[in-house]
C-alpha cells in the first residue's frame, strides 16, 4: 500500500512563513488525490487544503484561503503546502493524506492513507 511523509513544520511568529511537504512512495501517484488536514490541541482534525484526482481541482477551507496554497510536483511525487501569514490559531499537527483509490476521494473528506504528521507552532 502507497506511504506518505512529512516535512517541513517548525516554529514561526505570526506572519511568517513555512512550507510543508508530502511524498507518496509509489513513482505513479501524481494523479491521484492528495492533500493537508490539521489537528489543533482539543479539536477535530479539519480539512485544510486538497487537490481533486482530476487536472484542476483545487480546494481550500475558508480559514486558510489567500493565505495557503497546495501544488504538486508530478516529478517528485510530491505535493506542498506553501503557508504565508501564519496565524497563532494555525498551530496544529498537520497530516499528510492521500486516497486508497483513484478517483474516490470529494473535497473536504478524510483520506485512506495518513502520513505522521508534523508540528507547526505560530507564536510570539
Known amino acids: 500500500q502507497v506511504q506518505v511523509s512529512e516535512s517541513g513544520g517548525g516554529s514561526v511568529q505570526p506572519g511568517g512563513s513555512l512550507m510543508l511537504s508530502c511524498t507518496a512512495s509509489?513513482?505513479?501517484?501524481?494523479?491521484?488525490?492528495m492533500g493537508w488536514f490539521r489537528q489543533a490541541p482539543g479539536k477535530e482534525r479539519e480539512f485544510v487544503a486538497g487537490l481533486s484526482w482530476t487536472e484542476t481541482g483545487t480546494y481550500y477551507a475558508d480559514s486558510v484561503k489567500g493565505r495557503f496554497t497546495i501544488a504538486r510536483e508530478n516529478d517528485k511525487n510530491t505535493v506542498t503546502l506553501q503557508m504565508n501569514n501564519l496565524k497563532p490559531e494555525d498551530t496544529a499537527i498537520y497530516y499528510c493524506?492521500?486516497?486508497?483509490?483513484?478517483?474516490?476521494?470529494?473535497?473536504?473528506?478524510?483520506?485512506?492513507?495518513w502520513g505522521q504528521g508534523t508540528q507547526v507552532t505560530v507564536s510570539s
Open positions: 493524506g492521500t486516497e486508497a483509490y483513484w478517483g474516490k476521494w470529494l473535497p473536504g473528506q478524510e483520506y485512506d492513507v
Open positions: 509509489e513513482r505513479d501517484f501524481s494523479t491521484y488525490a
